[in-house]
T-cell receptor, first 112, second 109 residues
Framework: GENVEQHPSTLSVQEGDSAVIKCTYS??????FPWYKQELGKRPQLIID?????GEKKDQRIAVTLNKTAKHFSLHITETQPEDSAVYFC???????????FGRGTSLIVHP | DVKVTQSSRYLVKRTGEKVFLECVQD?????MFWYRQDPGLGLRLIYF???????EKGDIPEGYSVSREKKERFSLILESTSTNQTSMYLC????????FGPGTRLTVT
């Protein structure tokens, strides 16, 4: 089955800096890659997703890039703010199943 | 506008007890899921269901079963709890726009 590796497990940045979280996947058939944000004590929420026919997608301060050849994708957050502090999960799924395999999560801490 | 609800936020059970965790969604989704979340291990899929009375094993189904008698409800059953089932259990529904429930923190002593 699919295997998703996520790095780093913890990321600490100063407010205003950029943050990058990287994920790799094993199954070349995966074609849908969502990212979830989970604030402390709350449920995971979808923040952005990308499909394999697109190399990059942006939504305000967040962007996701996908390299199908290398089988890795990344989340980029610019101008970080304290409210960006959360655990971020990447995921990958195959075809139309939308049964994503999740990475282990990255705890992002943004220091004011 | 809560869309996915779970029957309990916190549960404490003794080893060997039976536990029902219920999930209800009001979005008419066909797909529903049960995940287990443990620190450092991410979200692991226990079971999922594509339709009423249908169920599929996820990555870690051992020790669990599920029931989906109505489209809006998906129940996770722990027939005989063990301490290694102490965890956060998250229900979810939907396809790409997946909605998660608030979670149930189960402690087995």
């Amino acid at each position: 089955g699919e295997n998703v590796e996520q790095h780093p497990s913890t990321l600490s940045v100063q407010e205003g800096d950029s943050a990058v979280i990287k994920c790799t996947y094993s199954d070349s058939a995966s074609n849908y890659f969502p990212w979830y944000k989970q604030e402390l004590g709350k449920r995971p929420q979808l923040i952005i997703d990308i499909r394999s026919n697109v190399g990059e997608k942006k939504d305000q301060r967040i962007a996701v890039t996908l390299n199908k050849t290398a089988k890795h994708f990344s989340l980029h957050i610019t101008e970080t703010q304290p409210e960006d502090s959360a655990v971020y999960f990447c995921a990958a799924s195959i075809g139309g199943s939308y049964i994503p395999t999740f990475g282990r999560g990255t705890s992002l801490i943004v220091h004011p | 506008d809560v869309k996915v609800t779970q029957s309990s936020r916190y549960l404490v059970k003794r080893t060997g007890e039976k536990v029902f965790l219920e999930c209800v969604q009001d979005m008419d989704h066909e797909n529903m899921f049960w995940y287990r979340q443990d620190p450092g291990l991410g979200l692991r899929l226990i079971y999922f269901s594509y339709d009423v009375k249908m169920k599929e094993k996820g990555d870690i189904p051992e020790g669990y079963s599920v029931s989906r008698e109505k489209k809006e409800r998906f129940s996770l059953i722990l027939e005989s709890t063990s301490t290694n089932q102490t965890s956060m259990y998250l229900c979810a529904s939907g396809g790409t726009q997946r909605q998660f429930g608030p979670g149930t923190r189960l402690t087995v002593t």
